[in-house]
């Protein structure tokens, strides 16, 4: 058996064992060896044990492997057959292990085949398990049951989940709803990973993407009687590179106590070996750092924060990362530093004969950020301070932030794209403890944000500020983004507050520069959009009265349903979301005007995109409710219940 300790990295699959006469087999997660586990699909991120599972090396055969990659999907009422893939030899018997096959299907456990006729609609995940004598090995699968709908049914998403992708590997998939068609679909918060995108007529996302992360969306399928939102994910992995420096990726190291026995290994992302050493400043008196395995052990002899760098170095280059241990005192009557005899080359008494100098909690060593500080300080210049590439976090010391307060300097922080300024007083505010901590912390591109949102975060001692709502002067930097002129007409800057309020801010654009400043009032998620002013217009069938972003008005002619389909007054409904309307009384021909695009179509004609003609109604030209969705890029809600539709851009 191997233990697995989950440090804040990821594990991939180690050299295999070796045992006289027998065969390595695999690791497992179960001693009974049934549940076989695949680091290449699922490296380690948790504590965990593995078994190894061995076999006669006297010809018991080859334990299967699962080569089907997916099912296909079916339709509820119609046939359906499957058959499942291995390689492996000698008999092999096929067994769902996890979750359940679609209602109507089975699994024919010698032919692997899996049949039936389902009978009701969804998404449905489990797990397969092919064994034969010298092992076996499982798979999950997904298959998703679809059924025609009646007409005027509200969509219903079937999907539930999407499978993961590779970077650099084409990645399709295809959500599934149960509803009346046509039906439109649309990301509605977050975003999907990098190239690729979603076909909003039929569902498809597809692409290759560029990325690795979790990406977290909300996708929302609309028809004419309804809308219906579901949150999806898809993990894009990326392979281990190869002969490749190392990358050091442990975030966080554990803390100790004085007197008590210390352990932590540092994780590295390759497949070399790695030498480890310090730099910057010195690991806690007492601990040392084993520089071929990467172990940090030792009985912390002082209580402090002590910050640190390591490096990881192969024949191909070397990864530094800065890391901290906190190590508090032992009131239990621990050893709180005064053994002078333990000089192992990093602690012990920092007074003793051989001994390496060790930082005091009460006069620790100068952080680069502070000395950055002071240094500008001395020089009466502005502070200014520019995170470095791949950081989201900025530490800066109590006595630097007081004498900051009593120059009466502000703190700019920045990075490739954004600055916020700091001002005395919000730092007067904000230095309630030891140090001070700004996050500005890079959020995947969603819905109208140009170029990337920021999370803006501070903490005081590890607590993080969630009252301030004072003034806070925000730059981007925009000269990477191709802007037309009316996108920078409707610039403005958005603050998303941590109480999950949104105001829009306005905001002045720099053309020599580039540069777009605006002021949030406080702490969260900002960016920059160039989309319009929310609007939302209530309409009710067969009535007049009609809202306005809540304000009621009236119109001529009620919106109807016509042959199925609902259609709502155009001009009203045109005028609202900000297009223009023309009417050619001699041609009965309708222009509309849109972000300087013209749409023109006479009445009882299909324009691209129609599915039912606009009709003429005591003089009002009214068009289908869909269409007008689709034209003016509007979110469309139906209520089935009151008859009442909302249209909101």
């Known amino acids: ?43 380690v991120t948790r504590d965990m044990a593995l078994f190894a599972k061995w ?32 390689d492996g030899d000698k008999t092999i018997k096929w067994a769902v292990v996890e979750g359940q096959l679609p209602s109507g299907l089975s699994l024919d456990e010698d032919a692997g085949v899996i049949s039936g006729t389902p009978d009701q ?7 397969l398990q092919a064994a034969n004598e010298a092992g076996s090995d499982t798979k999950t699968f997904n298959i998703v049951i679809t059924e025609e709908a009646p007409v005027d049914t509200a969509p219903e998403i079937i999907t539930k989940h999407l499978p993961s992708g590779k970077v650099g590997q084409e990645y399709t998939v295809t959500l599934a709803v149960y509803g009346s068609e046509p039906m439109t679909w649309k990301i509605k918060h977050g975003g999907l990973p990098t190239d690729l995108n979603l076909d909003e007529a039929t569902g498809l996302i597809s692409g290759t993407p560029q990325e690795a992360g979790h990406y977290e969306f909300t996708v929302a399928a609309t028809n004419d009687f309804g809308m219906d939102e579901s949150v999806l994910s898809i993990e894009i992995t990326e392979d281990q590179p190869v002969d490749k420096a190392p990358e050091i990726i442990t975030k966080n190291l554990p803390g100790g106590k004085v007197g008590q026995a210390y352990t932590a290994t540092l994780a590295v992302y390759d497949d070399k070996p790695v030498t480890w050493t310090v730099s910057d400043h010195y690991l806690p008196a007492g601990l040392n750092l084993e520089g071929g395995t990467g172990v940090i052990s030792g009985v912390p002899a002082e209580a ?13 280059g070397m990864d530094t990362k800065e890391l901290t241990i906190v190590i508090t005192a032992n009131n239990n009557g621990g050893n709180n530093g005064n053994n002078g005899n333990n000089n192992n080359g990093n602690g012990g008494n920092s007074g003793g004969p051989g001994s390496t100098p060790t930082p005091s909690p009460e006069s620790p060593v100068a952080d680069p950020v502070d000395a950055a500080i002071q240094e500008q300080l001395k020089k009466g210049d502005s502070i200014e301070l520019t995170m ?31 600055s916020v300024e700091l001002s005395p007083e919000l730092l007067k505010q904000l230095n309630t403890g030891k140090r001070m901590k700004v996050v500005i912390k890079p959020v995947d591109k ?75 009032k406080g702490l969260g998620y900002i960016y920059i959009t160039s989309k319009p002013e929310p609007v939302k217009l209530e309409l009710t069938l067969g009535k007049t009265g009609y809202k306005l972003n809540g304000i009621e008005m009236g119109m001529d002619v009620p919106s109807m349903v016509v042959k199925g389909r609902t259609l709502v007054p155009l001009r009203f409904v045109a005028e609202s979301l900000g297009a223009n309307v023309g009417w050619d009384h001699v ?6 005007t849109l972000d300087d695009q013209t749409l023109s179509f006479a009445i ?27 034209y003016f890029g509007a979110d469309v809600f139906y209520d089935s219940t009151t008859k009442s539709i909302s249209i909101m851009k």
């Open 446 to 520: 969603g819905n109208g944000v140009i170029g990337r949102g920021y999370e803006l975060k501070i903490f005081a001692d590890g607590q993080e500020v969630t009252d301030y709502t004072g003034a806070i002067p925000v730059t981007f930097d925009l000269t990477k983004e191709k802007l037309s002129a009316k996108e920078i007409s409707r610039l403005g800057g958005v603050l998303l507050q941590l109480d999950g309020s949104k105001e829009r801010l306005g905001g002045n654009y720099d053309r020599e520069t580039g540069k777009f400043t605006f002021t949030a």
């Open 304 to 316: 402090g924060t002590y910050k640190f760098t390591v490096a990881a170095s192969n024949s191909e």
């Open 55 to 86: 076999v006669d090396d006297a010809g018991t055969g080859t334990a299967p492997t699962i080569t089907t990659k997916s099912l296909a999907d079916g339709k509820v009422g119609q046939p359906y057959s499957e058959v499942l893939a291995t």
């Open 1 to 43: 058996m191997m233990k697995f300790a989950d440090l804040g990295g990821t594990i991939t699959e180690p050299t295999a064992p070796t045992k006289d006469n027998a065969v390595f087999g695999g690791w497992y997660q179960d001693a009974e060896f049934n549940d076989a586990w695949n680091f290449a699909a699922d490296p």
């Open 604 to 630: 009882g004609e299909l324009a691209p995109g129609m599915d039912v003609a606009a009709e003429l109604v005591d003089g009002r030209t009214l068009l289908p409710l869909r269409f007008i969705a689709e």
């Open 587 to 592: 041609t009965k021909t309708v222009t509309i």
């Open 388 to 418: 470095p590439a791949g950081k989201e976090e900025l530490e800066i010391q109590s006595d630097t932030i007081d004498a900051m307060i009593k120059a009466g300097k502000p703190l700019t922080v920045t990075n490739d794209t954004i």
């Open 121 to 127: 609609w969804g998404q449905f995940t489990f797990k």
